[in-house]
């Protein structure tokens, strides 16, 4: 097995685990792979272990997601005092059905920044690739049991947050974790990349309306507005822009890029941010977000605000190249 520095902290968090009944695991609003995938993976991990608990992995649904496995239905009427376990976010704001659950303790594991979640049990490593390394990490190093199914999701999720071992936030730890879970799993892990990858002929022709209608200015920072009339156009939801975020990783003439997507039915702008030099976190928190260094998010309700987060997004890659020059 890998080498867990903090062995006795998994050792807490399995107990944790063991001594409640009833757990739900919640993760952040605007779910992505590596939310849902560590979300069901140790929900399922858990029922294997113990098949006496009730463990329920709640939040909203996204359609495109359903091939990783399906979210509970959790009768909040019927949960007193259970224990939360909330994955892949750091804010309370931005937990996905909270909302009226009437839990004892939190238990966060975590790869974002530290914000104000307070939990009498928590792990957060800015330093992991993704939660479900992180969640991968507790299974493998504790008797928290594992078949192929929660192998899988574990794997996407890895793949996924790091989009496929590319980004700043892959380590050497990130290939010893996948190696010791492909070993015990034995999964056929080169044909799980099509649950990540496959997508509609539609969804290139709106990668290519994006690429298209993409500004960059001259401090190479690239941004998009996206209507709701352009999500019908091309059938696809919301969601689907900062899915595709990632595939303007490698172009020269960006520093930061920015999808924003309106969201009528929540009265609001969805925004992603991706950074390939300056630190665009301490931004984003300023707009109702956050998220790494180097990827984070928010959600505005003015369009005024959206220009103003324009503004400072393409400002810091001035800031940036000036310092660096």
Known sequence: MIKIINKKLLNKIYRQIKNYKTIVI????????????????????????????????????????????????????????CLLIVLDVPNMSR???????????????????????????EWVDENKSSTCQMVCELILNTKLKLDKSIASNLFLGIVSDSERFSLKNTTVETFETVINLLKVSNIDFTSLYEKLYSRPFTEYKFIAYI??????????????????????????????????????????????WCFITEDIKNNQYKISIRSRGPIINEI????????????????????????NLINELSKACLNYENKEN
Request: proline letters at 3%; a negative charge.
């Open 26 to 81: 919640l993760r952040h609003v605007g779910a992505d792979p590596d939310a849902i995938c560590s979300s069901f993976a140790l929900r399922d991990s858990i029922k294997l272990t113990f098949p006496d608990k009730n463990v329920y992995a709640g939040g909203v649904g996204v359609a495109k997601f359903k091939k990783y496995g399906n979210l509970d239905k959790i009768d909040y009427e019927k949960i007193n005092d």
């Open 95 to 121: 937990i996905d059905g909270i909302d009226n659950l009437k839990y004892k303790e939190i238990l966060k594991i975590d790869h974002h920044p530290k914000l104000d979640i307070s939990a009498s049990v």
């Open 211 to 256: 690429t298209n209608n993409l500004i960059i200015d001259k401090n190479h920072f690239g941004y998009i507005k996206i209507s709701d009339d352009v999500l019908k156009e091309y059938k696809v939801d919301v969601a689907t822009p900062s899915n595709l975020i990632n595939n303007y990783n490698f172009i020269d003439d960006l520093l930061v």
């Open 284 to 307: 984003a928190s300023r707009y109702n977000g956050g998220g790494h260094k180097y990827a984070s998010g928010a959600k505005i309700k003015e369009m005024q605000d959206v220009d």
